[in-house]
């Protein structure tokens, strides 16, 4: 069990267009969901996290309305970059804990690329 | 105070040999330790965990130890096979309500055959 699924797995785009990454807990209710951003050979860098219901608490630096957080229900929470640029290109990454658990449960990142 | 040192940067370990990787920590409210592997493209997969009421834990070929009063934890591979070469992360965390990680730099390991 505790499987994280993130869609797409890879996206290309546009500069100055928008992305909707989407993370999904396929068989557990997910209390907490993080996001994170990893750059190449670099550790994870939090972005956010997001509790089911409510708005997401955002990473000091990170610009809440360039990275947009919906957390919909218990299994699925979105991350929406907006207008992206070729500097947001990176490897995003989600994971969720489930109940009250420290465990967190990785998705297997979505690779942006900005053009 | 927040931050999780980890060390070597990189590795590289014969077949058959055992892998060490070390991680210091300074904030004494920590209380959850897990160790990741990354694999290329790949999101981090927990691999095992330890919490600072017991000094080792041990799963298959992948032990932690633990050291409370040093502030220092490390992962031992035994029996180092090419199909463990990937990143490792440790991490730690708190019950403050929302167990934020802090994750070490990782340790690329590279285990020749």
């Known amino acids: 069990g505790a499987v994280v699924s993130q869609h797409p797995s890879r996206v290309i785009c546009k500069s100055g267009t928008s992305v909707k990454i989407e993370c999904r807990s396929l068989?557990?209710?997910?209390?907490?969901m993080f996001w994170y951003r990893q750059f190449p050979k670099q550790s994870l860098m939090l972005m956010a996290t997001?509790?089911?219901?409510?708005?997401?608490?955002?990473e000091q630096g990170v610009e809440k309305d360039k990275f947009l957080i919906n957390h919909a229900s218990l299994t699925l929470s979105t991350l929406t970059v907006t207008s992206a640029h070729p500097e947001d290109s990176s490897f995003y990454i989600c994971?969720?804990?489930?109940?009250?658990?420290?465990?967190?449960?990785f998705g297997p990142g979505t690779r942006l690329l900005v053009l | 105070q927040q931050q999780v040192k980890q060390s070597p940067q990189s590795l590289i370990v014969q077949k058959g040999g055992i892998s060490i990787i070390n991680c210091a920590y300074e904030?004494?409210?920590?209380?959850?330790f897990p160790w990741y592997q990354q694999f290329p493209g790949k999101g981090p997969a927990l691999l095992i965990a330890i919490r600072p009421d017991v000094s080792e834990k041990k799963e298959g070929r992948f032990t932690i130890s633990f050291n409370k009063s040093a502030k220092q934890f490390s992962l031992h591979i035994m029996d180092s096979q090419p199909g463990d070469s990937a990143t490792y992360f440790c991490a730690a965390s708190a019950n403050t309500g929302g167990f934020k990680t802090i994750f070490g730099a990782g340790t690329r390991l590279f285990v020749k055959a």
């Open positions: 994971s969720a804990t489930r109940g009250w658990q420290e465990t967190q449960y």
């Open positions: 904030n004494t409210a920590f209380d959850y």
């Open positions: 068989d557990f209710q997910a209390t907490t």
């Open positions: 997001s509790n089911e219901g409510s708005k997401a608490t955002y």
